[in-house]
């Protein structure tokens, strides 16, 4: 236990650790490393230990065992995450800005009157305390905020940090609560998962991204068909959803996924801030569109200003005669 150590909160989908997580990690090292402190990592729930080898990037591994963390409900992760902030009191806690951290870190900060910042995506000790670099009003506004008070809560926006491979002492333990966690009013039910059949655009190596540029639905063939041919997937923006031309399951950006694929052709998407939260950290962005001035060729490393319509059979053919 050190007032100079990093605290990340570790999570899980499915029977694996969340990407976030490794981000989470990294940012812990970046700033453990300037602080001289040590990154504790921190599981949640029966068979946590199971993750710990996975969690090499961490001194410390402390994974809080009951039955009551089975499932993610707000009032036991909070009482069981405070119980170890506590007991260890680090410089800062890192928690992703996921459904999850939205809920558990609030909860946190006003349990343990500590201050929060949301939307982190840098920090960097500055005396005692700590700067933080943090997106507002949908990216639109960055700002930085000094955090003077320990231990400071932090939510972290994904893609903020990349996963760095170094690696800590990986030493875990293993603990109970104290005390009894109550089960609060909050239940979990069930887990809804997506369609059967729907694709899962978060694992997608390629992603043709369509937004209101493409005119109308019967285009969205068109897309199918480029997707095809790349071995990839179709995603949307907001708009192409609501109006139901594909389903909620496709949609990138603020309230739909983030996604990191090799390369992301965005056809007819503006690139609105809330858009881009969800893909700007593709390893390519190629954007089209027939506006010069649209804000996707703000963060797209290729650009034409070009039709779609034209675009899309004309990409189609080119690829169907370059396979023979
Ligand atoms: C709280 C909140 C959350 C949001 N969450 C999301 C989100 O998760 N994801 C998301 O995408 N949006 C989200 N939005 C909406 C976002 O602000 C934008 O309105 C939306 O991203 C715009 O979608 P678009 O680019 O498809 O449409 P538009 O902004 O209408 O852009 C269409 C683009 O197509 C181009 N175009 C038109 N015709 C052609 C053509 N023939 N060929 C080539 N280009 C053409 C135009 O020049 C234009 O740039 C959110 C908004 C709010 C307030």
Redesign the pocket.
């Known amino acids: 236990m050190s007032a100079q150590d990093v605290l990340v909160l570790a999570e899980t989908r499915g029977d694996a650790l969340a990407d976030v997580t490794f981000e989470l990690l990294a940012a812990g090292r970046e700033l453990a490393r300037t602080t001289g402190g040590q990154v504790l990592a921190v599981l949640l729930g029966p068979g946590g230990a199971a993750y710990a080898p996975a969690l090499a990037a961490a001194d410390r591994i402390i994974a809080v065992d009951d039955p009551r963390l089975a499932e993610y409900s707000p009032e036991p992760f909070a009482s069981a995450l405070r119980e170890v902030v506590e007991a260890e009191q680090p410089r800062a806690a890192l928690i992703a800005a996921t459904s999850i951290g939205w809920d558990v870190a609030p909860l946190l900060a006003a349990r343990l009157d500590a201050p929060l910042a949301t939307g982190c995506q840098a920090i960097c000790p500055d005396g005692d305390g700590l700067m933080v670099t943090a997106s507002f009003c ?1 990216g639109k506004m960055t700002a930085e905020c000094r955090v003077a008070a320990s231990p400071a809560i932090l939510m972290m926006l994904p893609g903020s940090y990349r996963p760095t491979g170094e690696t800590g002492k990986g030493e875990l333990e293993q603990r109970s609560p104290a005390a009894p966690l109550e089960p609060g009013a909050i239940a979990f039910e069930q887990w809804i998962y997506p369609e059967a059949g729907d694709v899962d655009i978060t694992q997608q190596d390629v992603l043709i991204a369509v ?3 493409i ?1 109308q639905q019967d285009n969205v063939e068109l897309a199918e068909e480029l997707a095809q041919a790349l071995g990839g997937a179709v995603c949307a ?4 959803v609501d109006q139901g031309w594909l389903p909620a399951t496709r ?6 996924m983030t996604v990191k694929p090799k390369l992301y052709l965005a ?6 801030p ?2 881009q939260e ?1 893909m700007k950290d593709a390893e390519l962005i190629i954007a ?4 010069p001035k ?1 804000p996707i060729f703000d963060v797209a490393h290729y650009g034409a200003e ?4 034209d675009l899309m059979p004309a990409l189609g053919e080119a690829i169907a005669a370059r396979k023979g």
């Open positions: 949908g937004g209101r540029g005119q923006s907001r708009p192409v949609q990138v950006g603020k309230s739909g056809l007819g998407v503006s690139g609105a809330e858009h969800g089209v569109n027939t506006d649209a070009v039709d779609v319509l």
